[in-house]
């Protein structure tokens, strides 16, 4: 199931090989849907590279899917959600196609024809100690970030957490939001923001200390940023 969903031969009379296959060894339920689960592994280390899917590999991915009749529901969504991200990921960086999430998801108070590109439980984040710049990663105009390739050093020992709220990012702000604190940076305003020593850390101009937030998903809030700051140039190599 996995070489021909990468080979993109999957069809009617692959299925009925396949159950065919399945009848023939007398697989039971689970063991079918163990044995889907393992194709979806297999196919997804196959189809992933730099940090994401195209379209067709995507495409392929969710063919798959579609024939995993034994797989339980909550590992389908699993590998939907997962899919989905990683052609998003390629969609922002390789093709400039901006999510936009429902305003709903955030409260903000928008402006005429601001969109909401994204949101995440987040928790605001404050430094033990003054931070050094410079992180793994820095996003910033001329600065762009490619996902994939790098990872999140995080040291917990080196922060201290805070109030639980909401992270967003709009087309011209990005902010953190709880019952008791909310901050707010516009786009124009930022110098940089830094990955990958722990939480994600806003710059802004003229200000040497950054407020910092944790979130659920670093590398798309990056590959948002930096297509938003530096367009098409973001797809570029660091």
Known sequence: MAAAAVNDTLDADSLEDFIAYAKEKDLGNKQLARAQAM???KAFEKLYHDGYMDDDEYGMFSDLLKICYMMK??????????AKRCNALYKIQEEGLMPTVSREYANVRYRDGEKLHFTSAARLMKPKKPLKKGGDRTIS???????????????KNLWEAGDKGAFWI?????????RKEQTVTELSDLDHVEL????????????DSPWCAAIDDYEMAGALLSRILNGKDACSQE
């Open 196 to 207: 990958g020593n722990g939480p994600l850390c806003v710059y802004e101009k003229g200000k």
């Open 39 to 41: 194709a979806c592994d």
């Open 170 to 178: 709009t087309s011209e702000r990005m902010g953190f939001r709880s």
């Open 73 to 82: 529901e909550e590992a389908k969504y699993k590998y939907t959600t997962i």
């Open 141 to 155: 105009k001329g600065h762009p970030f490619r996902v994939g390739n790098w990872e999140n050093k995080e040291d």
